[in-house]
């Protein structure tokens, strides 16, 4: 079982620059994959970043050169660092992994861009 709690999620000026945290509760150095999809009212939940144990990246091509996935093991943490934002990023953040093959989410975390 892994609990994945986000945070970091706010209301923020076009252009502005947010960082997301998720916090898990095992340790996470094993975890193949770990990345942030998002959810806007009334759109299905779509990839933003996906992150490897070996610390390959890739983006949505909406997100690529704005924002950027990383992890910490020793803290047990995923983060997402996001610049440059835009009024169509607005959306709710969830954090996803899938260890032994079982998906887990977080709660997700609000973030609203404001034009």
């Known amino acids: 079982q892994v609990q994945l709690v986000e945070s970091g999620g706010g209301l923020v000026q076009a252009g502005g620059s947010l960082r997301l945290s998720c916090a898990a509760s095992r340790r996470i150095f094993s975890f193949n994959v770990m990345a942030w999809y998002r959810q806007a009212p009334g759109k299905q939940r779509e990839l933003v970043a996906i992150?490897?144990?070996?610390?390959?990246?890739n983006y949505a091509d909406s997100v690529k050169g704005r924002f950027t996935i990383s992890r910490d093991n020793a803290k047990n943490t995923l983060y997402l660092q996001m610049s440059g934002l835009k009024p169509e990023d607005t959306a709710t953040y969830y954090c996803y992994t899938r260890p032994s093959r079982v998906e887990y989410w977080g709660q997700g975390t609000q973030v609203t861009v404001s034009s």
């Open positions: 992150i490897t144990s070996g610390g390959s990246t």
